[in-house]
């Protein structure tokens, strides 16, 4: 039964309109928009959820957009005390707290498909690792050779930590804490598939990967662009890298997560051909 369902004696019909159809639920973690207009109905919304699932121990209203250089949300604890939760994911376990690093269980599917993707005994990069779960999926689901994740949010990089542990995969998974403008320039050798997954301003990290890739290596690059340019995405992907020195030929690009109206997250996938 949904949310609106479960509300409908409690709530007028003006009121059940304003509720979300949708809500997030990481490990025993809901997060929810509740508009202003009901949120003398907070309780009743609450108890429905919990009606609903069980094992919920708090809840976080959404009260702003992921923003901000670390990419976390603003959330007001409505119900319950403890932010931070353990998912499950590929048969992996992270430990998070979506209000102090960002982590979104709507991407988790996408992480799947990259790790099938990924052949055994590849070197890979992970800039913007956040608590780590490329890595982790890629490290657990394939069997690279080594897969380093960079991250700059200090408390993000403790989950990353000790999200390594708690899979086991210490021994292929290297977490860098730091930015990834001072950190890749510094690593050694190519690599032979890199991850870009920072939507919001992916295009100026791209000369980063000047002489970290070479013919053959495959770049994941995620952005937030306008769904009326999806045609044109491959050519105008294509001429960024190119701009930077890095000829590369667009594989396949994929729509994966909403952003605002009519602007969308891609994936592209990315082969070096020069
Ligand atoms: C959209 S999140 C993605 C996190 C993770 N890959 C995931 O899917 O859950 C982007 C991450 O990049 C980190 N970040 C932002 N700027 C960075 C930089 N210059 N160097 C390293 N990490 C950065 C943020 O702290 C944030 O955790």
Redesign the pocket.
């Known amino acids: 039964m949904s949310l609106r369902e479960l509300l409908k004696d409690k709530l007028s019909e003006e009121e059940i309109k304003l509720v979300r159809r949708s809500f997030e639920i990481i490990g025993d973690v809901v997060v929810i928009e509740i508009p202003d207009e009901i949120m003398h109905r907070k309780d009743d919304i609450i108890a429905a959820i919990l009606k609903r699932h069980k094992h919920v121990k708090t809840v976080l209203r959404k009260v702003g957009e992921?923003n901000g250089?670390?990419?976390i949300a603003r959330y007001e604890l409505v119900y319950g005390e403890k932010t931070e939760t353990i998912v499950k994911e590929h048969g992996c376990r992270f430990v998070v707290d979506p209000t102090k690093?960002?982590?979104?269980v709507k991407?988790s599917g996408e992480?799947e498909r990259i790790a099938k993707l990924v052949r055994e005994g590849e070197k890979v990069l992970?800039?913007?690792?956040?608590?780590g779960?490329?890595p982790i999926v890629i490290a657990r689901l394939a069997k690279p050779r080594e897969v380093i994740g960079?991250?700059?949010?200090p408390i993000?990089v403790k989950y990353f930590r000790q999200n390594v542990k708690l899979n086991k995969v210490q021994n292929v998974v290297k977490v860098l804490e730091?930015?990834?403008?001072e950190?890749v320039p510094k690593l050694s050798g190519k690599f032979d598939r890199v991850l870009m997954?920072?939507?919001?301003s992916a295009e100026k990290?791209i000369p980063l990967l000047k002489d970290k890739v070479e013919k053959g290596s495959f770049i994941h690059y995620y952005s937030f662009e306008s769904e009326n340019e999806e045609e044109r995405l491959p050519d105008k992907i294509s001429d960024k890298f190119a701009e930077h020195g890095i000829k590369v030929e667009v594989l396949k690009l994929k729509k994966c997560g909403n952003f605002a109206p009519y602007v969308s997250r891609y994936v592209a996938d990315i082969e070096v051909v020069g």
């Open positions: 992921v250089v670390y990419r690093a960002y982590y979104s991407l992480r992970v800039m913007f690792a956040g608590v779960p490329y960079v991250e700059l949010n993000a730091g930015d990834v403008n950190i997954p920072a939507p919001y990290f």
